[in-house]
């Protein structure tokens, strides 16, 4: 109850700097995320301190209703015609980019194993809220939004198996098969279970109700206690609040405005919560640590680069191909966020090392740069590759 009133706090306390992000994004065309990201590193020279949220309490009030309001948005028939692409992508690129991001900056630079495989897992996915705030920001829209969004909501679940691996790999957990067999089972099979169960359930409990403002709110609430079953049993919460709001999306439920959807309401807020948090905590950092987040964000993007294009010269000449302006965009557009930040939590126990840096201090400067500068560029990037919405 108590986390549930300082989310709400919180939510209400940012609900105006979210109205002038948003009305200087109109004038300017400068992403509303970008902008938050900028206040919240305003924020950081002031005497307060950012809220020391838990990794649960952030992921159950902030980040899960973000990802099923993302799922539940989701062109379904354009998923179904994408889906080897996308999981592809999601997958085998998330794996890779983890590998590509180890050895650059392990094998490459020598920096210590046990900073650069927890941050090459927390790092080698792109983020959702990031991804999904910023695109639908410049308008864009069909198969393109689709793609990204789609990729987004599923390879963070990917990463979340493989953090969990990364003690393993490190040698302070026994490594073995069974083991291996049990987490996989654990956080993705029951994760499974519980997303898609939820989806049933909450598709049967508003099919016959006319009243969208009640069938959001029900929404709202479902994933709210989706999310925390799912961590109370150990299992994804971002696999299952993402296969939740997917089914809910197939179940082709009557769609309604925006200011009767609760559910649209309370994430605009959280959203903007989210970035102002990636701005307050991540931007001191970035700063502080200099030239190694430099590096990093280049290292991701050179490991996103040797996923994307290989990945998709598989399916040339198919009928899900995908064409090389779209390939740019997935590459520039891949911005890192929340759920990494999220992976990182709490919020107060993070604390620059004065011996050097460590996974999650590097880890919250990326993602603040990479909204940055990503965030600042993707207009750019659309223009030329005649992707941008008029």
Same mark, same amino acid.
């Given at each position: 109850?108590? %986390? +549930? ?29 970008? +902008? ?11 005497? +307060? ?14 980040? =899960? ?7 539940? %948005? ?8 994408? %889906? ?7 997958? #085998? ?26 941050? #090459?897992?927390?790092? %080698? ?7 999904? =705030? ?18 987004? *909501? ?49 598709? /049967? ?15 709202l609430l479902g994933t709210v206690a989706l999310a925390a079953i799912s961590q109370w049993l150990h299992a994804s919460a971002v696999l299952s609040t993402v296969l939740a709001g997917l089914w809910v999306a197939s179940r082709a439920t009557p769609s309604h405005s925006a200011h009767r959807d609760w559910l649209l309401r309370y994430g605009h807020l959280a959203n903007a919560a ?21 590096? &990093? ?14 990945? &998709? ?10 064409? !090389? =302006? ?5 590459? /520039? ?14 919020? !107060? ?9 460590? &996974? ?26 005649? *992707?941008?919405?008029?």
């Open positions: 109850m108590t %986390a +549930l009133l300082f989310v709400a706090g919180l939510l209400l306390g940012v609900g105006a700097l979210a109205s002038l992000a948003d009305r200087v994004e109109s004038r300017s065309r400068i992403p509303a995320s970008v +902008l938050l990201v900028g206040l919240g590193g305003l924020l950081a020279l002031t005497p +307060l301190r950012p809220p020391g949220l838990s990794r649960e309490t952030m992921m159950t009030f902030l980040l =899960a209703p973000l990802l099923f309001e993302g799922a539940r %948005a989701v062109h379904i028939p354009t998923l179904r015609t994408d %889906a080897r692409v996308i999981l592809s992508l999601a997958i #085998a690129g998330t794996l890779i980019a983890s590998l590509i991001i180890a050895g650059l900056l392990a094998g490459g630079l020598g920096w210590p194993l046990a900073t650069v495989l927890p941050f #090459a897992a927390l790092i %080698a996915a792109t983020d959702p809220v990031a991804v999904i =705030a910023t695109f639908r920001s410049v308008g864009l829209g069909g198969r393109l939004l689709t793609l990204v969004e789609s990729e987004s *909501l599923l390879n963070d679940a990917v990463a979340a198996v493989v953090l969990s691996l990364v003690p393993m790999l490190l040698g302070t957990l026994p490594a073995s098969g069974a083991a291996v067999s049990h987490l996989i089972a654990l956080e993705v099979g029951l994760a499974v279970i519980l997303g898609l169960g939820s989806g049933v359930l909450l598709s /049967a409990l508003t099919r016959r109700i006319e009243q969208p403002s009640v069938v959001s709110a029900l929404h989210v970035f102002l948090l990636i701005g307050w905590l991540g931007l001191p950092r970035a700063w502080a640590l200099g030239l190694p987040v430099v590096v &990093a964000l280049l290292a991701v993007l050179l490991a996103r680069s040797a996923t994307v294009y290989p990945l &998709a010269a598989l399916f040339t000449g198919r009928r899900d191909a995908l064409p !090389s =302006a779209y390939q740019h965009v997935l590459v /520039a557009g891949s911005l890192r966020g929340a759920l990494a930040l999220a992976l990182v939590m709490p919020l !107060s126990g993070l604390s620059l090392n004065p011996d050097g840096w460590d &996974a999650p201090d590097l880890t919250v400067a990326v993602v603040a740069l990479s909204v940055l500068t990503q965030g600042l560029g993707i207009r750019t990037v659309l223009r030329r590759t005649h *992707l941008l919405p008029r």
